[in-house]
């Protein structure tokens, strides 16, 4: 569960000289807060642009059921990681549930086949309330812990030998 507290520690990044290609892929529904998180990540992202060349993509999509098809175009058209960015919240019938497993599933998945990070920035609650807490509010901004995850991933990876 997200508390307002980190439960990692945030690394001190080592920049590399490489050029980075960020996708980032937004589910428009609950767009509220959806925006909250994109918006999070891309400050993150141009924040780290200032030490690190990065280049970002964005693609919208209906939902976040639609999530990994986009994330797999993404890493087709030779992105280097892909962001992605929903928030689903809990109603009274079992939609959420497959909603959730859907996209974690596909994210999962399109990591491992591709071999890049594919980041989970999917918000799944219970309330609207519980949404914007982690969309800027209390907890922070998901987007953001997101991007971050994103660019630590891309520059663990930049230190192994291959």
Known sequence: ????????????FSYDD??????????????????????????????????????????????????PTAAQWLLESGCDAVINLGCVIKGDTPHFDFVCRAV?????????????????GIIT???????YDRAGGSLGNKGSEAAEAAIWMLLSKSTLDF
């Not at 690190?52 to 976040?64: F, T």
């Not at 491992?112 to 594919?118: D, E």
């Open 18 to 67: 490489n050029h980075y290609k960020i996708g980032i892929v937004t589910a428009a529904w609950n767009h509220h807060i959806t925006d909250v998180l994109k918006q999070g990540a891309i400050d993150t992202l141009n924040s780290v642009g200032k030490h690190q060349s990065l280049e970002i993509m964005e693609l919208s999509v209906p939902g976040a059921f639609e999530i």
């Open 1 to 12: 569960m997200a508390t307002s507290l980190s439960s990692s520690p945030i690394p001190s």
């Open 104 to 120: 974690t599933d596909g994210i999962g998945q399109l990591a491992l086949k591709y071999s890049k990070p594919c980041i989970f």
């Open 125 to 131: 609650t219970n309330t609207e309330q519980q949404a």
